[in-house]
């Protein structure tokens, strides 16, 4: 069974960055989706970023609200993806999640969290003064 660990969140300031990373235990993806969610108080769960690879082929794709600020990667060789998140503003606040699938996913389904297979439990990121 496939887990997904999250790490890096906390406080930062406005203007501030923060690195995010999620190892996958329990299995490795030959070719696979990979990326993060995130849900902030009282709204609803929405996409952030996602890698998308099948053998040496990668794809990359963000919300517009990160798009320019936040940055995702892959190390195959430590099965983990890694968001880095420059610039960050108040309306970055929120838990954000881990996801995996073990298929390259087409592209209209990757913004669709129940197309997902595997969730981390989440990691806070808090940007206030």
């Known amino acids: 069974q496939v887990q997904l660990r999250e790490s890096g969140g906390g406080l930062v300031q406005p203007g501030g960055s923060l690195r995010l990373s999620c190892a996958a235990s329990?299995?490795?993806?030959?070719?696979?989706?990979m990326g993060w969610f995130r849900q902030a108080p009282g709204k609803e769960r929405e996409f952030v970023a996602v890698?998308?690879?099948?053998?040496?082929?990668?794809?990359?794709h963000y919300a517009d609200t990160v798009k320019g600020r936040f940055t995702i990667s892959r190390d195959s060789a430590a099965n983990t993806v890694n968001l880095q998140m420059n610039n960050l503003n108040p309306e970055d606040t929120a838990v954000y999640s881990c996801?995996?699938?073990?298929?390259?996913?087409?592209?209209?389904?990757?913004?669709?969290?129940?197309?997902?297979?595997?969730w981390g439990q989440g990691t806070q990121v808090t940007v206030s003064s």
């Open positions: 329990g299995g490795t993806f030959s070719s696979g989706t």
């Open positions: 996801v995996a699938v073990s298929t390259r996913l087409i592209l209209s389904r990757v913004w669709d969290g129940e197309n997902y297979d595997y």
């Open positions: 890698i998308r690879w099948s053998g040496g082929n990668k794809n990359y």
